[in-house]
Structure formats: structure tokens, C-alpha cells
């Protein structure tokens, strides 16, 4: 079972960056799995932001060149550096993962398998 622990979540001013954690476990050796940050705001879907899948990144429009996923295997830990931060970022930021069988990906939260508990990120102006 694939367990994701988010940290890093704060209120910050219009501006500022902020990196989140998500903390990786419980992978099977059989799979290849991708890792996404999606993020939720009340009364509305959740929302891609960012997926990493070996070399593989991939961001939604309204992050791209702010954003920036990464990970260290040694850690088993996937980051979201989140720099320029805007109040429309303010979200519950979430954690997924996937296994993947082949090339492409869903953007879709509901066809993502495995979830953290999500972390808040509120940017004030």
C-alpha cells in the first residue's frame, strides 16, 4: 500500500516561495509510478499542478514557469518549489500517486490511485 505524507504548507505573502514535502512510501518493485501534486479549493474540483514520472515533467498552465517539481530517491521524496506565489494559489495542496502501463497520463484526480492528507497553502496579497 502507497502511503504519501505532505508537509510544508504555510500562509505566505503574494511573492514568496514555498516548497513542499511529500514523503513516499510503500512503493512495489513490480510498478512504475508517477507522483502528482494536485491542489483543491472549496466548491471546486481537484486540479492538476505538476506530475513527475522519471524524466518526465509535466505542469498545469497557471504554475508553469513558477513551479517546479523535483525528487530525491534517496529520501523517497517528492518537492514542489512554488516560487511567485499568487493568491490564486491558495488551495489544500494534495499528494497522488499512480501506477503507470504506459506513456500517458491522466490529469484527472479520480484516476489517481493513492493520496495524502493534503497540506494549506494560503497566499495573501
Known amino acids: 500500500q502507497v502511503q504519501l505524507v505532505e508537509s510544508g504548507g504555510a500562509s505566505v505573502q503574494a511573492g514568496d516561495s514555498l516548497r513542499l514535502s511529500c514523503a513516499v512510501s510503500?512503493?512495489?518493485?513490480?510498478?512504475?509510478?508517477?507522483v502528482a501534486w494536485f491542489r483543491q479549493t472549496p466548491g471546486k474540483e481537484r486540479e492538476f499542478v505538476a506530475l513527475?514520472?522519471?524524466?518526465?515533467?509535466i505542469y498545469a498552465a497557471s504554475v508553469k514557469g513558477r513551479f517546479t517539481i523535483s525528487d530525491d530517491n534517496v529520501k523517497n521524496t517528492v518537492y514542489l518549489q512554488m516560487n511567485s506565489l499568487e493568491p490564486d494559489d491558495t488551495a489544500v495542496y494534495y499528494c497522488?500517486?499512480?501506477?503507470?502501463?504506459?506513456?500517458?497520463?491522466?490529469?484527472?484526480?479520480?484516476?489517481?490511485?493513492?493520496w495524502g492528507q493534503g497540506t494549506q497553502v494560503t497566499v495573501s496579497s
Open positions: 513527475l514520472n522519471w524524466d518526465d515533467r
Open positions: 497522488a500517486a499512480t501506477p503507470i502501463f504506459s506513456n500517458s497520463y491522466n490529469y484527472r484526480a479520480t484516476s489517481w490511485s493513492y
Open positions: 510503500g512503493r512495489s518493485s513490480g510498478y512504475n509510478y508517477a
